[in-house]
Protein backbone atom coordinates (compact mmCIF):
# COMPACT_ATOMS: atom_id res chain seq x y z
CA UNK A 1 0.00 0.00 0.00
CA UNK A 2 1.36 3.63 -1.03
CA UNK A 3 2.34 5.51 1.96
CA UNK A 4 1.29 9.69 2.23
CA UNK A 5 3.89 12.08 1.41
CA UNK A 6 3.68 15.61 2.38
CA UNK A 7 3.57 17.58 0.21
CA UNK A 8 3.65 22.07 0.32
CA UNK A 9 0.04 23.23 -0.10
CA UNK A 10 0.07 26.42 -1.66
CA UNK A 11 -2.31 29.57 -0.90
CA UNK A 12 -6.33 29.41 -2.96
CA UNK A 13 -5.27 32.19 -5.40
CA UNK A 14 -2.12 31.74 -6.48
CA UNK A 15 -0.59 30.44 -9.49
CA UNK A 16 -0.83 26.29 -8.82
CA UNK A 17 2.55 25.02 -8.96
CA UNK A 18 4.34 23.18 -12.59
CA UNK A 19 2.86 20.25 -13.43
CA UNK A 20 1.39 17.91 -16.06
CA UNK A 21 -1.97 17.05 -16.41
CA UNK A 22 -2.85 13.74 -18.24
CA UNK A 23 -6.22 12.55 -19.44
CA UNK A 24 -7.03 9.45 -19.73
CA UNK A 25 -10.30 9.27 -21.99
CA UNK A 26 -8.82 12.68 -24.04
CA UNK A 27 -11.54 12.05 -26.92
CA UNK A 28 -14.41 11.81 -24.29
CA UNK A 29 -17.27 13.91 -24.12
CA UNK A 30 -16.21 14.89 -20.61
CA UNK A 31 -12.92 16.23 -22.03
CA UNK A 32 -14.29 18.60 -24.47
CA UNK A 33 -17.40 20.30 -23.16
CA UNK A 34 -15.60 20.45 -19.32
CA UNK A 35 -12.14 20.02 -19.01
CA UNK A 36 -10.17 21.49 -21.75
CA UNK A 37 -12.91 24.68 -21.33
CA UNK A 38 -12.25 24.47 -17.50
CA UNK A 39 -8.23 24.80 -18.20
CA UNK A 40 -8.67 27.60 -20.68
CA UNK A 41 -10.91 29.37 -17.96
CA UNK A 42 -7.85 28.63 -15.49
CA UNK A 43 -5.25 29.77 -17.90
CA UNK A 44 -7.31 32.97 -18.38
CA UNK A 45 -7.43 33.77 -14.68
CA UNK A 46 -3.50 33.06 -14.39
CA UNK A 47 -4.65 30.88 -12.05
CA UNK A 48 -3.00 27.43 -14.08
CA UNK A 49 0.56 26.60 -13.65
CA UNK A 50 3.48 29.18 -15.46
CA UNK A 51 5.10 25.70 -16.90
CA UNK A 52 2.24 23.60 -17.65
CA UNK A 53 1.80 20.71 -20.10
CA UNK A 54 -1.56 18.71 -21.07
CA UNK A 55 -1.22 15.34 -22.68
CA UNK A 56 -4.23 13.58 -23.81
CA UNK A 57 -4.47 9.75 -23.84
CA UNK A 58 -7.09 7.48 -25.56
CA UNK A 59 -7.21 4.60 -27.85
CA UNK A 60 -7.98 6.09 -31.41
CA UNK A 61 -4.90 7.00 -33.52
CA UNK A 62 -4.23 10.54 -34.11
CA UNK A 63 -1.54 12.94 -34.12
CA UNK A 64 -1.03 16.16 -31.57
CA UNK A 65 -1.72 18.52 -34.51
CA UNK A 66 -5.54 16.40 -35.05
CA UNK A 67 -6.23 16.26 -31.27
CA UNK A 68 -5.80 20.05 -31.06
CA UNK A 69 -7.78 21.08 -34.14
CA UNK A 70 -10.26 18.50 -32.45
CA UNK A 71 -10.63 19.93 -29.26
CA UNK A 72 -9.95 23.30 -30.89
CA UNK A 73 -13.31 23.38 -32.77
CA UNK A 74 -15.25 22.07 -29.59
CA UNK A 75 -14.07 24.79 -27.69
CA UNK A 76 -15.22 27.46 -30.31
CA UNK A 77 -18.42 25.66 -30.67
CA UNK A 78 -19.34 26.32 -26.84
CA UNK A 79 -17.07 29.71 -26.57
CA UNK A 80 -20.58 31.85 -26.45
CA UNK A 81 -22.04 29.30 -23.85
CA UNK A 82 -22.23 30.86 -20.59
CA UNK A 83 -20.20 28.73 -18.87
CA UNK A 84 -17.40 30.24 -21.00
CA UNK A 85 -15.63 33.66 -21.75
CA UNK A 86 -17.90 35.20 -24.57
CA UNK A 87 -14.96 36.00 -26.86
CA UNK A 88 -12.05 33.65 -26.96
CA UNK A 89 -8.88 35.36 -25.65
CA UNK A 90 -6.81 33.98 -28.75
CA UNK A 91 -3.32 34.72 -27.19
CA UNK A 92 -4.04 32.90 -24.26
CA UNK A 93 -5.92 29.98 -26.00
CA UNK A 94 -3.21 29.48 -28.84
CA UNK A 95 -0.45 29.38 -25.60
CA UNK A 96 -2.59 26.53 -24.25
CA UNK A 97 -3.01 24.75 -27.12
CA UNK A 98 0.72 24.60 -27.73
CA UNK A 99 1.49 23.04 -24.39
CA UNK A 100 -1.14 19.86 -25.49
CA UNK A 101 -0.22 16.99 -26.55
CA UNK A 102 -1.55 13.28 -27.17
CA UNK A 103 -0.45 9.77 -27.00
CA UNK A 104 -2.51 6.96 -28.64
CA UNK A 105 -2.76 3.42 -26.55
CA UNK A 106 -4.81 1.17 -25.37
CA UNK A 107 -5.33 1.17 -21.27
CA UNK A 108 -4.99 -2.32 -20.67
CA UNK A 109 -1.50 -2.36 -21.73
CA UNK A 110 1.28 -1.64 -19.85
CA UNK A 111 3.39 -0.52 -22.87
CA UNK A 112 0.68 2.69 -23.24
CA UNK A 113 1.90 3.82 -19.41
CA UNK A 114 5.67 2.92 -20.24
CA UNK A 115 5.67 5.30 -23.35
CA UNK A 116 3.52 7.83 -21.16
CA UNK A 117 6.10 7.46 -18.33
CA UNK A 118 8.74 8.51 -20.63
CA UNK A 119 7.18 11.38 -22.96
CA UNK A 120 6.31 13.01 -19.21
CA UNK A 121 9.83 12.81 -18.26
CA UNK A 122 10.76 14.44 -21.69
CA UNK A 123 8.11 17.38 -21.11
CA UNK A 124 9.58 17.66 -18.13
CA UNK A 125 13.22 17.88 -18.56
CA UNK A 126 12.54 20.57 -21.53
CA UNK A 127 10.46 22.69 -19.49
CA UNK A 128 12.62 22.01 -16.63
CA UNK A 129 9.55 20.63 -13.87
CA UNK A 130 10.17 18.58 -11.14
CA UNK A 131 7.65 16.02 -12.17
CA UNK A 132 4.05 16.79 -10.56
CA UNK A 133 1.49 14.68 -12.29
CA UNK A 134 -2.42 14.59 -11.99
CA UNK A 135 -3.75 12.34 -13.80
CA UNK A 136 -7.58 12.34 -14.65
CA UNK A 137 -9.58 9.28 -14.93
CA UNK A 138 -12.02 10.63 -17.83
CA UNK A 139 -13.25 6.63 -18.69
CA UNK A 140 -16.30 4.53 -18.01
CA UNK A 141 -15.75 3.47 -14.67
CA UNK A 142 -14.53 0.46 -15.42
CA UNK A 143 -11.57 1.19 -16.47
CA UNK A 144 -10.58 2.79 -12.98
CA UNK A 145 -9.37 -0.04 -11.39
CA UNK A 146 -7.40 -1.17 -13.96
CA UNK A 147 -5.37 2.34 -15.23
CA UNK A 148 -4.18 2.75 -11.51
CA UNK A 149 -3.31 -0.74 -11.82
CA UNK A 150 -0.94 0.11 -14.85
CA UNK A 151 0.23 2.97 -13.80
CA UNK A 152 1.45 1.64 -10.51
CA UNK A 153 2.89 -1.25 -12.29
CA UNK A 154 4.71 1.50 -14.53
CA UNK A 155 5.95 3.71 -11.54
CA UNK A 156 3.92 6.60 -12.57
CA UNK A 157 2.28 7.42 -9.20
CA UNK A 158 5.35 6.78 -7.01
CA UNK A 159 5.63 9.88 -4.91
CA UNK A 160 8.69 11.42 -3.60
CA UNK A 161 9.26 14.99 -1.43
CA UNK A 162 9.95 17.27 -5.16
CA UNK A 163 6.82 15.47 -7.05
CA UNK A 164 3.31 14.72 -5.85
CA UNK A 165 1.15 12.28 -8.10
CA UNK A 166 -2.49 12.90 -8.21
CA UNK A 167 -5.27 10.80 -9.57
CA UNK A 168 -9.02 12.36 -9.97
CA UNK A 169 -11.34 9.44 -10.58
CA UNK A 170 -15.16 10.85 -11.74
CA UNK A 171 -17.91 9.23 -10.66
CA UNK A 172 -19.74 6.51 -10.23
CA UNK A 173 -17.58 4.98 -7.32
CA UNK A 174 -18.81 1.67 -7.39
CA UNK A 175 -22.35 0.58 -7.78
CA UNK A 176 -22.94 -1.17 -4.56
CA UNK A 177 -21.32 -1.33 -1.08
CA UNK A 178 -19.35 -3.97 -1.74
CA UNK A 179 -18.04 -2.88 -5.37
CA UNK A 180 -17.13 0.16 -4.07
CA UNK A 181 -15.05 -1.08 -1.09
CA UNK A 182 -13.71 -3.14 -3.92
CA UNK A 183 -12.85 -0.65 -6.29
CA UNK A 184 -11.11 1.42 -2.69
CA UNK A 185 -9.04 -1.83 -2.09
CA UNK A 186 -8.12 -1.71 -5.92
CA UNK A 187 -6.86 2.18 -5.74
CA UNK A 188 -4.97 1.62 -2.52
CA UNK A 189 -2.82 -1.11 -4.16
CA UNK A 190 -0.51 1.76 -5.87
CA UNK A 191 -2.16 4.68 -4.19
CA UNK A 192 -2.07 6.64 -1.11
CA UNK A 193 -5.50 8.24 0.31
CA UNK A 194 -3.99 11.34 -0.26
CA UNK A 195 -3.25 10.84 -3.71
CA UNK A 196 -7.30 9.86 -4.58
CA UNK A 197 -9.02 13.12 -5.53
CA UNK A 198 -13.03 11.31 -6.24
CA UNK A 199 -14.93 13.46 -7.91
CA UNK A 200 -18.13 14.79 -7.02
CA UNK A 201 -18.63 18.10 -10.00
CA UNK A 202 -21.63 19.28 -7.32
CA UNK A 203 -18.82 20.50 -5.12
CA UNK A 204 -17.66 22.90 -7.59
CA UNK A 205 -20.64 24.94 -7.62
CA UNK A 206 -20.16 28.20 -5.94
CA UNK A 207 -24.35 27.81 -4.39
CA UNK A 208 -23.15 24.35 -2.90
CA UNK A 209 -20.06 25.28 -1.58
CA UNK A 210 -22.30 28.57 -0.26
CA UNK A 211 -23.73 26.15 2.17
CA UNK A 212 -21.40 25.88 4.71
CA UNK A 213 -20.92 30.15 4.22
CA UNK A 214 -25.18 30.38 5.23
CA UNK A 215 -24.85 28.09 8.24
CA UNK A 216 -21.62 28.76 9.72
CA UNK A 217 -20.54 32.50 8.13
CA UNK A 218 -23.74 33.94 9.84
CA UNK A 219 -24.87 33.63 13.31
CA UNK A 220 -28.74 34.20 12.32
CA UNK A 221 -29.68 30.38 10.79
CA UNK A 222 -27.31 28.25 13.28
CA UNK A 223 -29.78 28.59 16.24
CA UNK A 224 -32.62 27.25 14.20
CA UNK A 225 -31.08 24.61 12.32
CA UNK A 226 -32.24 21.48 14.66
CA UNK A 227 -35.37 19.53 15.90
CA UNK A 228 -36.57 22.28 18.11
CA UNK A 229 -37.16 24.31 14.70
CA UNK A 230 -37.44 22.49 11.56
CA UNK A 231 -40.33 20.58 10.70
CA UNK A 232 -38.55 18.50 7.61
CA UNK A 233 -36.60 19.34 4.99
CA UNK A 234 -36.86 19.07 1.14
CA UNK A 235 -33.57 18.47 -0.99
CA UNK A 236 -34.85 18.10 -4.67
CA UNK A 237 -32.52 18.17 -8.33
CA UNK A 238 -34.91 17.89 -10.94
CA UNK A 239 -33.52 17.85 -14.30
CA UNK A 240 -35.70 18.78 -17.89
CA UNK A 241 -33.23 16.50 -19.91
CA UNK A 242 -34.19 12.84 -20.37
CA UNK A 243 -31.60 10.41 -20.87
CA UNK A 244 -30.06 12.26 -24.02
CA UNK A 245 -27.37 9.81 -25.93
CA UNK A 246 -26.46 8.32 -22.59
CA UNK A 247 -28.62 5.30 -22.41
CA UNK A 248 -25.74 2.68 -22.75
CA UNK A 249 -24.60 4.44 -19.55
CA UNK A 250 -27.89 5.14 -17.95
CA UNK A 251 -29.43 1.63 -18.57
CA UNK A 252 -27.06 0.20 -15.86
CA UNK A 253 -26.70 2.91 -13.69
CA UNK A 254 -30.17 4.66 -13.40
CA UNK A 255 -31.19 7.76 -11.18
CA UNK A 256 -30.55 6.16 -8.14
CA UNK A 257 -26.73 5.23 -8.26
CA UNK A 258 -26.38 8.48 -11.04
CA UNK A 259 -27.15 10.80 -8.37
CA UNK A 260 -28.27 9.91 -5.30
CA UNK A 261 -24.99 8.50 -2.95
CA UNK A 262 -23.13 11.16 -4.61
CA UNK A 263 -24.48 14.23 -5.38
CA UNK A 264 -27.49 14.13 -3.51
CA UNK A 265 -25.64 13.26 -0.20
CA UNK A 266 -23.68 15.65 -0.52
CA UNK A 267 -26.04 18.23 -0.31
CA UNK A 268 -27.38 16.42 2.56
CA UNK A 269 -24.47 16.04 4.14
CA UNK A 270 -23.44 19.55 3.90
CA UNK A 271 -27.14 20.85 5.05
CA UNK A 272 -27.28 18.35 8.22
CA UNK A 273 -23.45 18.37 8.90
CA UNK A 274 -22.12 19.48 12.62
CA UNK A 275 -19.63 22.84 12.33
CA UNK A 276 -16.22 21.41 11.74
CA UNK A 277 -13.50 22.33 13.72
CA UNK A 278 -11.31 24.29 11.15
CA UNK A 279 -11.94 24.17 6.78
CA UNK A 280 -9.18 21.38 6.94
CA UNK A 281 -10.10 18.85 4.08
CA UNK A 282 -10.22 16.34 6.56
CA UNK A 283 -11.62 18.41 9.49
CA UNK A 284 -14.84 19.17 6.79
CA UNK A 285 -14.81 15.75 5.21
CA UNK A 286 -14.99 14.47 8.81
CA UNK A 287 -18.17 16.02 10.01
CA UNK A 288 -19.91 15.10 6.30
CA UNK A 289 -19.21 11.47 6.82
CA UNK A 290 -20.32 11.50 10.86
CA UNK A 291 -23.74 12.64 9.81
CA UNK A 292 -23.97 10.08 7.00
CA UNK A 293 -23.39 7.63 9.03
CA UNK A 294 -25.91 8.83 11.33
CA UNK A 295 -28.40 8.47 8.89
CA UNK A 296 -30.96 5.48 9.96
CA UNK A 297 -30.99 2.09 7.90
CA UNK A 298 -34.46 2.59 5.76
CA UNK A 299 -37.30 0.49 5.75
CA UNK A 300 -36.98 0.36 1.19
CA UNK A 301 -40.72 -0.82 0.88
CA UNK A 302 -42.33 2.23 2.93
CA UNK A 303 -39.55 5.02 2.81
CA UNK A 304 -38.40 5.08 -1.33
CA UNK A 305 -40.09 5.19 -4.46
CA UNK A 306 -38.84 4.38 -8.07
CA UNK A 307 -40.21 6.08 -10.85
CA UNK A 308 -39.68 6.06 -14.77
CA UNK A 309 -41.09 8.75 -17.42
CA UNK A 310 -43.86 7.57 -19.81
CA UNK A 311 -45.04 9.75 -22.46
CA UNK A 312 -45.48 13.57 -21.46
CA UNK A 313 -45.48 17.06 -22.81
CA UNK A 314 -43.83 20.09 -22.01
CA UNK A 315 -44.66 23.67 -22.91
CA UNK A 316 -47.00 22.00 -25.68
CA UNK A 317 -44.03 19.96 -26.92
CA UNK A 318 -44.59 16.24 -26.92
CA UNK A 319 -41.59 14.28 -24.96
CA UNK A 320 -41.22 10.63 -25.21
CA UNK A 321 -41.34 7.95 -22.90
CA UNK A 322 -38.12 6.63 -21.60
CA UNK A 323 -38.50 3.04 -23.08
CA UNK A 324 -38.89 5.15 -26.42
CA UNK A 325 -35.57 6.42 -26.02
CA UNK A 326 -33.03 5.24 -28.27
CA UNK A 327 -30.92 2.48 -26.72
CA UNK A 328 -33.47 1.86 -23.81
CA UNK A 329 -34.88 -1.92 -23.93
CA UNK A 330 -38.68 -1.23 -24.38
CA UNK A 331 -39.78 -3.25 -21.14
CA UNK A 332 -36.79 -1.24 -18.95
CA UNK A 333 -37.16 -1.57 -15.81
CA UNK A 334 -34.51 1.13 -14.97
CA UNK A 335 -35.91 4.24 -13.15
CA UNK A 336 -35.11 7.88 -13.94
CA UNK A 337 -36.75 9.11 -10.72
CA UNK A 338 -36.24 8.59 -7.22
CA UNK A 339 -37.61 9.54 -4.19
CA UNK A 340 -37.16 8.63 -0.49
CA UNK A 341 -37.58 9.42 2.99
CA UNK A 342 -34.17 10.17 5.47
CA UNK A 343 -34.09 10.08 9.23
CA UNK A 344 -31.20 10.76 11.20
CA UNK A 345 -30.09 9.39 14.56
CA UNK A 346 -28.66 12.27 16.50
CA UNK A 347 -29.14 15.04 18.45
CA UNK A 348 -29.45 17.81 16.35
CA UNK A 349 -31.93 15.82 13.67
CA UNK A 350 -33.61 12.95 15.89
CA UNK A 351 -37.44 13.00 14.36
CA UNK A 352 -36.70 15.29 11.41
CA UNK A 353 -37.44 13.70 7.93
CA UNK A 354 -35.29 14.61 4.97
CA UNK A 355 -36.66 14.15 1.67
CA UNK A 356 -35.01 13.57 -1.33
CA UNK A 357 -36.24 13.22 -5.44
CA UNK A 358 -34.04 13.47 -8.45
CA UNK A 359 -35.57 13.01 -11.71
CA UNK A 360 -35.36 13.07 -14.99
CA UNK A 361 -37.78 14.66 -18.24
CA UNK A 362 -39.26 16.60 -15.09
CA UNK A 363 -41.28 19.86 -15.40
CA UNK A 364 -38.41 22.08 -14.85
CA UNK A 365 -34.57 22.11 -14.15
CA UNK A 366 -34.28 23.01 -11.03
CA UNK A 367 -31.94 22.02 -7.31
CA UNK A 368 -33.17 23.45 -4.25
CA UNK A 369 -33.02 22.46 -0.80
CA UNK A 370 -35.94 23.87 1.31
CA UNK A 371 -35.42 23.88 5.01
CA UNK A 372 -39.38 24.07 6.43
CA UNK A 373 -39.73 25.71 9.70
CA UNK A 374 -42.75 24.19 12.41
CA UNK A 375 -45.33 26.28 13.06
CA UNK A 376 -45.80 28.97 15.67
CA UNK A 377 -46.47 26.98 18.85
CA UNK A 378 -49.66 29.59 19.32
CA UNK A 379 -52.09 30.32 17.04
CA UNK A 380 -53.36 33.92 18.50
CA UNK A 381 -54.66 34.95 14.83
CA UNK A 382 -57.26 31.98 14.97
CA UNK A 383 -60.45 33.85 15.33
CA UNK A 384 -59.29 36.17 12.30
CA UNK A 385 -59.39 35.62 8.73
CA UNK A 386 -56.57 34.09 8.50
CA UNK A 387 -57.43 30.29 10.02
CA UNK A 388 -53.56 28.46 9.78
CA UNK A 389 -50.57 30.03 9.69
CA UNK A 390 -48.22 28.95 6.71
CA UNK A 391 -44.85 27.95 8.64
CA UNK A 392 -41.91 29.72 7.52
CA UNK A 393 -39.43 28.43 5.04
CA UNK A 394 -36.17 28.94 3.78
CA UNK A 395 -34.93 27.99 0.19
CA UNK A 396 -31.38 27.43 -0.83
CA UNK A 397 -31.87 28.18 -4.33
CA UNK A 398 -29.07 26.00 -6.21
CA UNK A 399 -29.56 26.12 -9.62
CA UNK A 400 -30.28 27.62 -12.35
CA UNK A 401 -31.15 30.51 -10.71
CA UNK A 402 -28.96 30.90 -7.76
CA UNK A 403 -29.50 32.71 -4.62
CA UNK A 404 -31.94 31.89 -1.33
CA UNK A 405 -35.25 33.30 -0.27
CA UNK A 406 -36.78 33.42 3.23
CA UNK A 407 -40.28 33.28 3.40
CA UNK A 408 -42.62 34.70 6.11
CA UNK A 409 -45.86 35.90 7.12
CA UNK A 410 -46.86 39.84 7.00
CA UNK A 411 -49.73 41.48 7.92
CA UNK A 412 -52.20 42.04 4.06
CA UNK A 413 -52.79 45.82 4.52
CA UNK A 414 -56.63 46.43 5.10
CA UNK A 415 -59.14 46.36 7.99
CA UNK A 416 -59.19 43.30 8.88
CA UNK A 417 -56.52 40.53 10.37
CA UNK A 418 -54.71 38.55 7.45
CA UNK A 419 -51.51 37.29 6.94
CA UNK A 420 -50.15 36.50 3.58
CA UNK A 421 -46.93 34.95 2.57
CA UNK A 422 -43.74 37.40 1.37
CA UNK A 423 -40.22 36.74 0.38
CA UNK A 424 -36.96 38.16 0.80
CA UNK A 425 -35.04 36.68 -2.44
CA UNK A 426 -31.23 36.85 -2.64
CA UNK A 427 -30.26 36.65 -6.42
CA UNK A 428 -26.52 35.74 -6.74
CA UNK A 429 -26.80 37.85 -10.27
CA UNK A 430 -27.91 40.83 -8.25
CA UNK A 431 -24.73 41.30 -5.88
CA UNK A 432 -21.65 39.44 -7.42
CA UNK A 433 -20.05 39.03 -11.17
CA UNK A 434 -20.15 35.91 -11.70
CA UNK A 435 -17.03 34.64 -13.55
CA UNK A 436 -17.71 32.15 -16.65
CA UNK A 437 -17.48 28.49 -15.25
CA UNK A 438 -17.80 25.34 -16.01
CA UNK A 439 -17.73 23.92 -12.29
CA UNK A 440 -14.45 22.04 -13.02
CA UNK A 441 -11.82 25.28 -12.53
CA UNK A 442 -12.01 25.11 -8.70
CA UNK A 443 -11.65 21.41 -8.54
CA UNK A 444 -8.83 21.03 -11.20
CA UNK A 445 -7.23 23.72 -9.71
CA UNK A 446 -7.81 22.11 -6.03
CA UNK A 447 -6.12 19.26 -6.86
CA UNK A 448 -3.09 20.92 -8.14
CA UNK A 449 -2.68 23.07 -5.01
CA UNK A 450 -3.36 19.40 -3.17
CA UNK A 451 -6.52 20.42 -1.22
CA UNK A 452 -8.83 17.73 -1.15
CA UNK A 453 -11.54 19.31 0.65
CA UNK A 454 -14.08 19.13 -2.00
CA UNK A 455 -13.23 15.55 -3.19
CA UNK A 456 -15.14 12.75 -1.43
CA UNK A 457 -12.93 10.37 1.04
CA UNK A 458 -13.42 7.18 0.85
CA UNK A 459 -15.15 7.25 3.96
CA UNK A 460 -18.22 8.70 3.20
CA UNK A 461 -18.36 7.22 -0.28
CA UNK A 462 -19.12 4.09 1.68
CA UNK A 463 -21.70 5.42 4.40
CA UNK A 464 -23.34 6.58 1.24
CA UNK A 465 -23.54 3.61 -0.45
CA UNK A 466 -24.61 2.15 2.51
CA UNK A 467 -27.61 4.69 3.12
CA UNK A 468 -28.37 3.34 -0.44
CA UNK A 469 -28.28 -0.47 -0.41
CA UNK A 470 -31.61 -1.87 1.09
CA UNK A 471 -33.24 0.48 -2.01
CA UNK A 472 -30.91 -1.32 -4.28
CA UNK A 473 -31.34 -4.59 -2.77
CA UNK A 474 -34.98 -4.03 -2.39
CA UNK A 475 -35.53 -3.37 -6.35
CA UNK A 476 -32.94 -5.79 -7.46
CA UNK A 477 -35.56 -8.57 -6.26
CA UNK A 478 -37.68 -9.11 -9.30
CA UNK A 479 -41.13 -6.96 -9.86
CA UNK A 480 -41.33 -7.09 -5.40
CA UNK A 481 -40.86 -3.71 -5.40
CA UNK A 482 -43.49 -1.21 -8.02
CA UNK A 483 -42.06 0.91 -10.28
CA UNK A 484 -43.81 4.32 -10.70
CA UNK A 485 -44.63 5.87 -14.16
CA UNK A 486 -44.69 9.62 -13.96
CA UNK A 487 -45.45 11.40 -17.22
CA UNK A 488 -42.42 13.42 -18.67
CA UNK A 489 -43.24 17.15 -17.82
CA UNK A 490 -44.85 16.39 -15.01
CA UNK A 491 -43.21 17.24 -10.96
CA UNK A 492 -43.08 13.07 -10.70
CA UNK A 493 -45.12 10.29 -9.70
CA UNK A 494 -48.05 10.45 -7.76
CA UNK A 495 -46.02 7.95 -5.55
CA UNK A 496 -43.79 10.23 -4.28
CA UNK A 497 -46.54 12.58 -3.31
CA UNK A 498 -48.16 9.54 -1.31
CA UNK A 499 -44.88 9.21 0.46
CA UNK A 500 -45.28 12.91 2.08
CA UNK A 501 -48.39 13.01 1.82
CA UNK A 502 -49.05 10.07 4.33
CA UNK A 503 -47.06 12.78 6.86
CA UNK A 504 -49.36 15.40 5.96
CA UNK A 505 -46.80 17.55 4.12
CA UNK A 506 -46.21 18.17 0.27
CA UNK A 507 -43.57 18.52 -2.05
CA UNK A 508 -42.84 21.68 -2.79
CA UNK A 509 -44.16 22.46 -6.70
CA UNK A 510 -41.50 22.66 -9.15
CA UNK A 511 -43.16 25.29 -11.44
C1 LIG B 1 -24.08 13.96 -13.67
C2 LIG B 1 -25.06 12.87 -14.03
O1 LIG B 1 -23.19 13.51 -12.68
O2 LIG B 1 -24.78 15.09 -13.19
C3 LIG B 1 -26.06 13.38 -15.05
O3 LIG B 1 -24.35 11.76 -14.56
C4 LIG B 1 -26.73 14.64 -14.57
O4 LIG B 1 -27.04 12.39 -15.34
C5 LIG B 1 -25.67 15.67 -14.14
O5 LIG B 1 -27.50 15.18 -15.64
C6 LIG B 1 -26.30 16.88 -13.50
O6 LIG B 1 -25.30 17.85 -13.30
P1 LIG B 1 -25.58 19.39 -13.57
O7 LIG B 1 -24.30 20.06 -13.18
O8 LIG B 1 -25.92 19.52 -15.02
O9 LIG B 1 -26.71 19.73 -12.69
Not at 139 to 151: E, H, K, N, T
Not at 332 to 337: A, H, I, L, N, V
Request: with cysteine; aromatic share 10%; proline share 5%.
Amino acid sequence: MAQDIEHKTIAHGERAPACSMVIFGAGGDLTKRLLIPALYNLARTNLLPEKFSLVGVDRLDMSDEDFRAQIDAALRAFANDKHYAQKLDEERWTALLSQITYLSGDFADLETFTRLGAKLDGIDKAQGKSGNVLFYLAVASRFFGPVVDQLGKAGLVTETQDRWRRVVVEKPFGHDVESAKALNAQLRKSLSEQQIYRMDHFLGKETVQNIMMMRFANTIFEPLWNRDHIDHIQITVAETVGVERRAGFYETTGAMRDMVPNHLFQLLALTAMEPPASLSANAVRTEKTKVLTAVHPMNAATDSVRGQYGAGERAGQPLKAYRDEEGVAPASKTETYVAMKLTIDNWRWAGVPFYLRTGKSMALRNSEILIQFKRPPLSLFKDTATEELTPNSLLLKLQPDEGAALSFGAKIPGPAIHIGQVHMDFHYKDYFQNAPSTGYETLIYDCMIGDATLFQRSDAVIAGWEIVQPMLDYWADGDKAPLATYAAGSDGPQEADDLLGKEHRAWKKLV
